[in-house]
């Protein structure tokens, strides 16, 4: 079952600095029906403009990725950590009992933007992760890049909770198939560009959610860059 999530459909927020587009109920959007997917809580795209940002804030309990897509994010929490991350560059933490961090964009002219991703931990209470991975664009370029997974996984930036995220940028024209195991799901996000995706066409923004499929079809239409998480599939 393939199920898509026109951007249209999905909450928006304009507060002058930022610009965010929600797929799941989060701060003033509410919808029952979309409060997470499986162990996805939250995929909040974000456009945060010049010398603007999210002040110092507490997290606790949570798994957040910040993925960025274009300009610079720069960071700062109360573990010491200090830095600026680019396109396709990846910041992960796990919050634990608690985490203070800003994040900001302090480019002059430039907007910011980002997918921030939140996963529920396994437990609560876990011990605090943080870390950062500056992926190269060929790494992605034309496959897929299994940028975060568990610990037990392979990727570079590993969490505690049972998922892996993958990226790629497509040229038009090109195609990747992925196997899904036939106790997970995925969550695909179109981030820029379009694709067919298991018959379907999602244009940069939309989102769809894969359940009980045994492949993942992937062909970019136009130049195409995406994002999925694979994780257990809901009961």
Do not use: C
Request: charge should be negative; aromatic fraction near 10%; glycine fraction near 8%.
């Amino acid at each position: 079952m393939v199920k898509k999530l026109p951007k249209e459909n999905m909450g928006r927020s304009h507060l002058g600095w930022l610009e965010s587009r929600f797929h799941f109920s989060f701060a003033e959007y509410y919808n029952p029906n979309h409060m997470n997917f499986g162990v996805l809580r939250v995929v909040n795209d974000d456009i945060i403009h010049p010398m603007s940002g999210f002040e110092m804030h507490r997290h606790r309990d949570m798994e957040i990725i910040s993925y960025v897509v274009a300009g610079e994010i720069s960071h700062k929490d109360s573990m010491g950590n200090i830095e600026t991350l680019k396109r396709g560059e990846v910041q992960y933490l796990s919050a634990g009992d608690g985490i203070f961090h800003s994040e900001h964009n302090w480019h002059k002219s430039q907007d910011l933007r980002l997918l921030q991703i939140w996963i529920l931990p396994p437990g609560e209470g876990l011990d605090r992760l943080y870390g950062s991975y500056r992926f190269q664009a060929e790494e992605r370029k034309n496959t897929l890049l299994n940028i975060v997974s568990s610990q037990e996984g392979d990727a570079k930036i590993k969490i505690y909770q049972d998922v892996n995220f993958y990226v790629s940028e497509l040229d038009a024209a090109k195609g990747i198939d992925f196997t899904i195991d036939k106790d997970r799901q995925i969550y695909f996000v179109q981030i820029e560009g379009v694709s067919r995706v298991n018959g379907r066409v999602l244009d940069d923004g939309d989102a769809m959610e894969i359940v009980d499929e045994s492949t993942l079809q992937i062909e970019a239409i136009t130049n195409s860059h995406f994002l999925f998480i694979e994780m257990p599939k809901e009961e």
